[in-house]
């Protein structure tokens, strides 16, 4: 029985008329450069979307307890304990706009100062009872990036000062003005201004679990917080990298 024939490959020089175009090579990385670089990339990637899950969590989570301590704010009667109850509940509120903000934008490490700062504003108005809640609260901000963690702790400044503006004895033509302005040492400057009551002679901030709040908090942000108050109203500020 004939064997089949086996075809037998053949070879041609380059140059030669009529020869095969040489077989498709698989492309890789030049360099071993190239290929890390690809995959540090691919990291980076994936660790700023699993930053930004973890930011949504937070979020979600923070709503979540606000809205379990308003089920329960209801049920105090005594009026300090209501106020103290409440105030805290800001408090967890001003880091929850954040999370929202930093959501809400993708930025993931920051977001916009003015506008968190007008946000905040209103939600701590809106905390507010009775007349003082009308009280006119004017915000002016140069146009500032803020990383989170340095928004986490002025957050929570602007909540204590503007709380302690509200709660002041004002005249019929109250205000409170809050301004950002950026310095030019790399840090810029919140200042919080009311034309309300004076603080009493020797006040010590100390007293006050608010302000020894803001107190604390301006140092993690390399100042200290001043206050300057007299007939005309109180002046509260502090300064911040950027």
């Known amino acids: 029985m004939p064997m089949p024939l086996r075809s037998s490959a053949v070879f041609l020089p380059p140059d030669h008329p009529g020869s095969a175009p040489a077989p498709e090579v698989a492309s890789f990385p030049t360099s071993k450069a190239e290929s890390f670089e690809d ?15 973890l930011q949504h969590r937070a979020k979600n989570s923070l709503q979540m307890v606000i809205s379990l301590l308003k ?5 105090i009667r005594d009026p300090d304990a209501r106020a103290a109850y ?5 408090r967890i509120e001003t880091l929850a706009i954040l999370y929202r903000q930093l959501h809400e934008t993708g930025s993931g490490t920051h977001v916009d100062l003015g506008r968190y700062v007008e946000t905040l504003c209103d939600a701590v108005k809106g905390n507010a009872q009775g007349g ?8 002016t901000s140069d146009p500032i990036q803020i990383g989170l963690y340095e928004a986490m702790p002025l957050g929570l400044i602007i909540a ?17 003005r809050v301004s950002v302005r950026q310095e030019p040492n790399g840090r810029a400057r919140l200042t919080v201004e009311d034309n309300g009551r004076a603080l009493p002679a020797g006040f010590d ?9 803001a107190e604390a908090l301006a140092g993690q942000l390399g100042d200290t917080l001043s206050t300057d108050s007299d007939a005309a109203g109180t002046t509260a500020g502090v300064s911040f990298p950027i």
Do not use: C, F, K
């Open 160 to 176: 204590e000062l503007l709380t302690n503006s509200l709660h002041h004895a004002y005249p019929d033509d109250g205000w409170i």
């Open 86 to 90: 409440e105030q805290t509940m800001l």
């Open 132 to 139: 003082i809640a009308r009280i006119p609260v004017s915000i």
């Open 39 to 53: 995959r540090l990339n691919t990291r980076i990637q994936e660790l700023e979307s699993e930053l930004r899950e």
């Open 205 to 213: 901030t100390s007293a006050e679990d608010g302000l020894m709040l």
């Open 71 to 75: 089920l329960q704010a209801g049920r």
